[in-house]
């Protein structure tokens, strides 16, 4: 059974950090991609980060260099330590899944085979 519950949204100001956290049932958890993604009111969904199972990763142009994705595997949970956020980067984050082996993770895609039910994320200037 995919379970994906996010946690660790909040409402910050510019240049504040937050963490998310994803908790991953264990079918979920073995997906061989997890990533984030996110949605702004208006906008199209944008693909965040991305980890592989054999733990490579990737980000969007937008979050290069201030976002980094992880995984706990004791805890089967997936992080996105956000750092130095900007208003632009206010939008609902979505932890996701994808179990097929065939479909590309890298670079962070917009849909996935399974997600959550987001957390919101507000940083205000």
């Known amino acids: 059974q995919v379970q994906l519950v996010e946690s660790g949204g909040g409402s910050v100001q510019a240049g504040g950090s937050l963490r998310l956290a994803c908790a991953a049932s264990?079918?979920?958890?073995?997906?061989?991609?997890m990533g984030w993604f996110r949605q702004a009111p208006g906008k199209e969904r944008e693909g965040v980060a991305a980890?592989?199972?054999?733990?490579?990763?990737s980000y969007a142009d937008s979050v290069k260099g201030r976002f980094t994705i992880s995984k706990d595997n004791a805890k089967d949970t997936l992080y996105l330590q956000m750092y130095n956020l900007k208003p632009e980067d206010t939008a609902v984050y979505y932890c996701?899944?994808?179990?097929?082996?065939?479909?590309?993770?890298?670079?962070?895609?917009?849909?996935?085979?399974?997600g959550g039910q987001g957390t919101q994320v507000t940083v205000s200037s």
């Open positions: 264990r079918y979920a958890y073995s997906s061989s991609c």
């Open positions: 980890i592989k199972s054999d733990g490579s990763t």
């Open positions: 996701a899944a994808d179990r097929r082996p065939w479909v590309g993770c890298h670079p962070p895609r917009p849909s996935y085979e399974y």
